[in-house]
Every structure is written in C-alpha cells, then in structure tokens.
C-alpha cells in the first residue's frame, strides 16, 4: 500500500513547471515570489518522495531544512518587497528597474 | 472491510463532533446564565417550552431561529466568495480538531478493540495547532472581504494575536511532549494515569497556566477578545456580517472553545483517565466518556467564569503579555520538564 | 491501484489544477488562497508518502506561517488585481511558454525512464513514526539544526532593519 514514485514525480514536475510559468511572465511581484515558493515545494515533494522510496529518514531531514530555509528567505523576501514599494510605490517588477542604465 | 469496520471507523471521530455541536446551544444558555449569575442578574429565564418556563432554556433556540431568519446582506463592495467563505474556514478549523482528541479508552464492540479517539496519528496534537492556525485565514479573509475599516483593523490585531500566541502555546505543550515522550495524543493521557500527581498540571504547572491562557487567546475569548471588541471596533472582524454567516461565527467561537477545553484536559489533567480507576469494557469505556465530557465541561465553565470577570486587554498589552510574559514562561518551563526528565523524576 | 495512491493522484490533481489557478489569476490575494490549497494538498501527499510531520509542518509552518506573512504583506501594500498595460512583451512571453513546455517535457521523460530505478539504501523503510526522525534530526542533522536557528535569528533581524522607516526611526508595529 504506497504511492508508485512515478505518480509522485510526475506531480513534482507539474507543480515546478506552474511555478517556472508564473516566475517567468507575471509582473506582480508577489506572485512571482509566490511562484518560486511553489517550486521550491515542488522539489521538497520530489524529495519525500525518493526518501520513501529509498528509506531511511535523509528525505524527510533534507526536507525540514528545506522547509524552514524557505521561511527564513521569504521573511527576509517580504521585508525587501515593502522597502522597495515604500520607494517606488509599486510592484511591477517591469518598472522598478532602478539600476538599468 | 465489513460494514461494522466502516460503521466504526466513521462513527470514532463523528461522535466528539456530534457532542461539540450538540454543547454548542447547551454553551450559549450556560454563558447567557452564567453572566447573569455573576452579573448579580437572572439572565435569560423567559423563553421556554409550551408555557414552561424551564429556566430559559428554550432561549438558544430562540437564538438560532433569529439568525436563520435575519435578512442576510452582503455589503456593496465586497468581495462576495472571500465574504461568504470566511465563516465556513473558521468552522472548519474549529470543528477539524476534535479528530484527534482521545476521549475514551479502547473499548470492545462487535468483537474488536475500538479506541475512543477519531484518529490516532502519530502527530497528535501537531494537528490541532495546524488548524488552529488556519483559522487566521478566516479571520483576515473576513475582515479583509468585508470592505470595512473596523472589520479590517479587527482582522488583522486577531490574525496578530493568534499567531502570537500560537507560539507560546506551541512552546508549553512541548514540555507535556519531552514528560510523555510522545506526540500522540494517546500516548499524553496514557503517561497521566495511574495517580493525581501524574496529571501534567503538578509538575508543569506554569506550562499549563501558559497553555490555559494561550488557549483563550487563540480562541478570541476575553480577556482576548480585542479582534471583536463591541466598545472600540463596531464587531470586529464580523461588523458586516449577518443572519446565519454571524451564526457561523459565533458557533465557531464555541466549537473552539470547547476543542481548547478538551485540548487542556487531554495535555494538562489526564484526558478520560481517573487516578485509581481502570475502566474494564464498554462500560467502563463509557464512564471515561463521561469524566471527559464532565472534566471539559468544568474548563468550559472556566472559560465563562473569566470573560465576565476581567477587563479585556489593550493590543500593546497583549502583545507584550505574549512574546514578554508567556513566551519566556514557556521555554522556563520546557527546561523545567526537561530537567525533570533527565534526573528521572518524571 | 490502491487506496494511498488514488488518494495521492487525487491530492497530487487538486495542488496542480490550484498552481494553475495561482498562476493564473490576476488577483493577488486569490492567487494566495489558491496557493494554500496547494500547500494543504501537498501536506496530504506528505501523509501518504509516510512523513506527517512534514505534513504537519508544511501546513503549520508555511500554509500557516510563511502565507500569512504573505497575506499581510499583500494586503498591507494594498496590491490591486495586475492592469494589462501596454508593455506586453509577447515575443519574451511566448518563447518563456514554449521553453517551459520544452522543459517540462523533458523532466517527464526522464521521469517515464527511471522512475522506478531508484534503489534502496538498505536502510529500513520510514514509518509513520517520529522518533526516529527526531533521533536523525537531533544527532545527525544537529549542526544544520542549530545553523538553522542562527539563519533565523539573522533573517528575522534583517526583515526589521528592513522594514524600519528611516525618517522617524521607530519601528513599523
């Protein structure tokens, strides 16, 4: 009783793929952060999914960090977004293209 | 799978469910009642059954049927699926955590040994903090939707406060986790048997004052009712709400209430289990049954003792009482369980 | 076909059709509550691949935690639905599209190949259980775990340095 690892990997490459489309052609840049957050889950599936296929608990352990990497980076993401809105108050990552010549 | 198999596995969590809903009314009379008594007043004592007056008890009847038939509004500029999908979040997060609560021991029935608990995962009472945590969703989202300056600035000082509080919350249970060696629920009450100085309360005891008072934070009860608070913010998040979507908040704010109780017997004061009794059967399944039930009902109480008795706090104290008083209290009393721990005592 | 893996394919279709949704949609506070659908059908997914206490912290920590942050931030800046204004960019969006699907596709091939090639380590198969998780975390994994809080406290940090106002020098609450 357990999921074929195909079924779980063929998920994964859906999910990161949706996320690579939004990263890439949307202009808001909360979603494209929201985007990369999809992929980044997308991989922790893949994770989970080979660590119980291969056993043991390194999966679930790689996982975890992942998991709060990822807190830590969009605190950090989300403060950098305020302070660049406060300045040009907006989001469009198209406008906000300071330093260009 | 027999047809008692599924009888069985779909009735184990329906039934604290069931209860909840049905102390649901049972609540609002025992508070409406309770505030009278401690007001100095009778409280609702009219409305009752063909000419009987039976001491106000038809009065949560009487409530249900208003917001069944209140006029049901949706303001002009709101978002009206975020609006009408708020209530039902709240309701399920709420609801969701009596999957998990153990309210009895395993008892025979048709042949096999059920335990009295809806599931027995091994991540317990994890669960319940997951969905408590969704119910800060629900309430943004009902604020945010209702397209109101008070309902808005409710929603957020609310989603502050519970995720606040989650985490003082999080950190006392931890101690009752490190002395019962377990996330599993069942495991927490099991470690609690045997004598009264095995309930968590005895040795952590400020890990369960901590825990008590994140539980009415996370709850939105007073003294921690700022989100809602009828003298300064209209209502709150749920201002522009009417008819039976306020319905679904209010009996919500119950079902959480009541989940909060269970919750704090099952960690804190030995769940289903008795000192010196060992239930043997269905009967003796059924007795746990009833400690539970009588054991959350008395935290309950407790829950309406406190609202009319303290003033309700200010946001900055609130969240000073959160991350500066509970948050410290909390880590002092995992070192205390852990300490306990190591030289064996527990 | 067995139960955990039509439960999974169920859960695995719900976070898909959702990313869409997210992807998709030009409001940026439906585009979150489509992306925590998609982080609770994953949670399921870690259930039925035996880590749930992963499920449990995807869905504490970053449907609860990290979203939220999101949700306030967004409704904070008071982001409005994304304006189609006149810089398109077609040719950029159409060649991204067709190199995504390019990629894609290749990531599924190589999946239909070797899926099922992965070895075993000769370790024994993960339970449900947490204990040997929290053994693995606490002795193996315990300098990541303890570089893991310092990221935290250095992340947390730099998000109020970040959010300070400059002007009157005190902090946003």
């Excluded at chain 1, 779980?8 to 990161?16: D, E, I, N, P, R």
């Excluded at chain 2, 608070?229 to 709400?241: I, R």
């Excluded at chain 3, 509550?33 to 880590?51: K, N, P």
Aim: with cysteine; charged share 10%.
């Amino acid at each position: 009783m357990s999921v074929p690892l195909t079924d779980v990997l063929v998920v994964s490459v859906a999910l990161f793929s949706l996320g690579l489309c939004g990263a890439l052609l949307r202009r808001n840049a909360i979603t494209i952060f929201l985007s990369i957050e999809l992929m980044l889950n997308a991989a922790n599936l893949a994770i989970v999914g080979f660590g119980e296929r291969v056993g043991g608990y390194a999966g679930q352990t790689v996982v975890f960090f992942a998991i709060v990497v990822a807190a830590a980076e969009a605190a950090v993401g989300l403060a950098i977004f305020v302070a660049v809105f406060r300045h040009h108050e907006t989001i469009d990552v198209n406008k906000t293209n300071l330093l260009k010549w | 799978m027999t047809a008692a198999d599924w009888a069985i596995v779909v009735l184990r969590p329906l039934v604290p469910v069931l209860g909840a809903a049905m102390a649901v009314p049972v609540l609002t009379w025992a508070e409406r009642r309770g505030a009278g008594m401690i007001q100095d007043r009778p409280g609702p004592n009219r409305v009752g059954f063909f000419g009987w007056r039976a001491f106000g008890l038809g009065q949560p009847l009487a409530d249900a049927l208003k917001f069944f038939f209140k006029e049901d509004i949706t303001p002009d500029n709101a978002d009206a699926f975020l609006y009408t999908l708020a209530p039902w979040i709240v309701m399920f997060s709420a609801l969701v955590g009596f999957a998990v609560i153990p309210y009895g021991p395993s008892i025979p029935i048709a042949g096999r040994s059920v335990p009295l608990v809806g599931a027995d995962v091994p991540i317990g009472a994890l669960f319940i903090f997951a969905m408590a945590g969704l119910s800060v969703y629900g309430i943004v989202l009902a604020g945010w939707s209702s397209n109101n300056k008070y309902s808005l600035m409710g929603g957020f000082r609310s989603a502050a406060q519970v995720i606040s509080y989650e985490l003082a919350m999080t950190t006392a249970a931890a101690g009752v986790f490190l002395s019962s060696s377990s996330l599993r629920l069942t495991r927490v009450v099991e470690a609690q048997q045997g004598s009264l100085l095995r309930w968590n309360v005895v040795p952590q005891f400020f890990g369960f004052l901590v825990f008590t008072i994140a539980a009415f934070a996370e709850t939105n009860r007073v003294p921690f009712d700022l989100a809602e608070a009828d003298a300064e913010l209209v209502g709150g998040y749920h201002t522009e709400y009417s008819a039976f979507k306020f319905g679904a908040f209010f009996m919500a704010e119950y079902i959480a209430m009541t989940v909060g109780s269970a919750f704090i017997v099952t960690m804190y004061f030995g769940g289903w289990s008795l000192p010196f009794f060992h239930p043997r059967g269905l009967v003796g399944g059924l007795v746990s049954v009833a400690v539970f039930a009588a054991k959350t009902a008395f935290f309950l109480g407790v829950f309406i003792w406190v609202r009319w008795t303290l003033p309700r706090f200010r946001y900055d104290q609130l969240m000073r009482l959160g991350w500066k008083v509970l948050l410290p209290l909390a880590f002092a009393n995992l070192l205390w369980a852990a300490l306990l721990v190591r030289t064996g005592v527990l | 076909m067995n139960a955990a893996r039509l439960i999974f394919d169920l859960a695995g279709a719900i976070a898909v059709v959702f990313a869409g949704v997210m992807v998709v949609h030009r409001n940026p506070i439906k585009s979150l509550l489509a992306i925590v659908v998609t982080f609770f059908a994953l949670a399921v997914g870690f259930v039925l691949l035996s880590a749930p206490f992963l499920a449990a912290i995807q869905v504490i920590v970053y449907a609860g935690a990290i979203l939220v942050l999101f949700l306030f931030v967004t409704m904070l800046l008071n982001l409005q639905t994304e304006e189609e204004t006149a810089d398109r960019r077609p040719f950029q969006r159409f060649f991204a599209l067709v190199g995504i699907v390019a990629f894609a596709g290749m990531l599924l091939a190589a999946v239909r190949r070797s899926g099922e090639a992965a070895g075993s380590s000769g370790l024994p198969p993960a339970t449900g259980a947490i204990e040997p998780l929290a053994q693995a975390l606490f002795s193996r994994a315990a300098l990541p775990f303890e570089a893991v809080s310092v990221l935290l406290l250095a992340s947390l940090t730099g998000a109020y340095i970040l959010m300070r106002r400059e002007r009157s020098g005190s902090a946003a609450p």
